[in-house]
């Protein structure tokens, strides 16, 4: 039995060892990626982040038999435990762990609805459950000056500068995701009810509303900005790179960093900390859990109950500052 790798740093790069699979699992990716894209329409970082971890589970597969024709039929809980258990000795955290868990178990699953497995054993792999940390947000004062330092090139008129400013304000109004944002086209927005139509994960679809700075911020985006940088080949995206293009989530990301950078005391965040400082700010403001989980497109509602555990600390921050007897 060959030796498998137990360290993560030492694993080849992921593209090498998608190349090296043998065919038949080679194949058995390239249909599990396509499932993914086009079937369920996931986000390209979800599917890179499931397809991943299926080519190190297959390679590991391959590993452990000693066989170039190994098959997806060779799949049983023992080997996926196994492999598991490789990505914790090599220093896999828990949300990891989880994460690759569920990759495995969507995998498993839809091997055996397309015939390459007779019993499903995805069902059967546990792992530990994902470590629900507070995630860092700003204080309502902090945001307000994000707001602020990132509108100071929007007033000279910057192309660039006016979409960055639009782009932080509908982030912070909305709370929606980076890939949700830079997916959206002119005719998702609705300026007169001032909503913005959303497509989240799993393709569902929400009306989100965003505020009267927000709307400022983008009618100058579409005046001034748009059209800048707008050209003969530019799509129907509202927001649009330097180029022209489809804007892209990493710059997005650095519009954040820098924002929220000028602000004294703040976390180092970036788009995703402005939505966990939105959905924060809802709750403290009086919003009701379920419309917040509505207007962040969770599926579930305890994954919006986290936000009530930010609240909860810092209220218990405020006690212990303030109270006699704390």
């Known amino acids: 039995m060959a030796t498998t790798r137990s360290s993560e740093s030492q694993r080849p790069d992921m593209r090498a060892a998608r190349r090296n699979l043998p065919e038949p699992l080679g194949v058995a990716v390239a ?3 396509h499932h993914l894209r086009w079937e369920r329409d996931l986000s390209g970082h979800t599917i890179r982040a499931y397809v991943g971890d299926v080519v190190w589970l297959l390679d590991h597969l391959q590993r452990s038999t000693g066989d170039d024709g190994a098959t997806v039929q060779e799949l049983d809980i023992t080997v996926l435990r196994e492999w598991l258990a490789t990505q914790h000795s090599g220093g896999a955290g ?4 989880a994460r690759r868990t569920a990759s495995i178990r969507t995998f498993t699953a839809w091997a055996m609805r397309a015939g390459l497995l007779v019993e499903d054993p995805g069902p059967r792999l546990s792992a530990p459950r994902k470590q629900r940390t507070l995630p860092p947000i700003l204080r309502k004062e902090q945001a307000g000056s994000a707001m602020e330092a990132s509108e100071v090139g929007a007033q000279q008129g910057d192309p660039v500068a006016l979409r960055d400013h639009a782009v932080l304000e509908l982030l912070y109004a909305t709370g929606m995701r980076v890939s949700e944002l830079c997916r959206l086209d002119l005719d998702h927005l609705d300026h007169d ?7 989240g994960k799993g393709d569902r679809e929400r009306v989100v509303p965003f505020g009267v700075p927000a709307d400022r911020a983008l009618e100058r985006w579409l005046s001034q900005g748009r059209p800048a940088l707008a050209t003969a080949t530019s799509t129907t995206a509202l927001f649009l790179g330097a180029r022209g293009g489809r804007l892209d989530p990493r710059t997005v990301r650095r519009a954040v960093h820098d924002a929220v950078g000028a602000v004294a005391g703040a976390a180092d965040m970036g ?5 966990h400082s939105a959905a924060t700010h809802l709750l403290e403001g009086g919003a009701d859990l379920r419309s917040v989980q509505e207007l962040l497109g969770h599926a579930t509602l305890s994954s919006t109950q986290l936000y009530t555990h930010v609240t909860v600390e810092r209220l218990k921050a405020i006690h212990d500052r303030t109270h006699p007897r704390s």
């Not at 828990?94 to 762990?97: A, C, N, P, S």
């Not at 788009?271 to 939505?275: A, I, K, Y």
């Open 31 to 33: 249909q599990f990626e």
């Open 94 to 97: 828990r949300t990891t762990l």
């Open 193 to 199: 009810r001032r909503v913005v139509h959303v497509r």
């Open 271 to 275: 788009p995703h900390g402005l939505r």
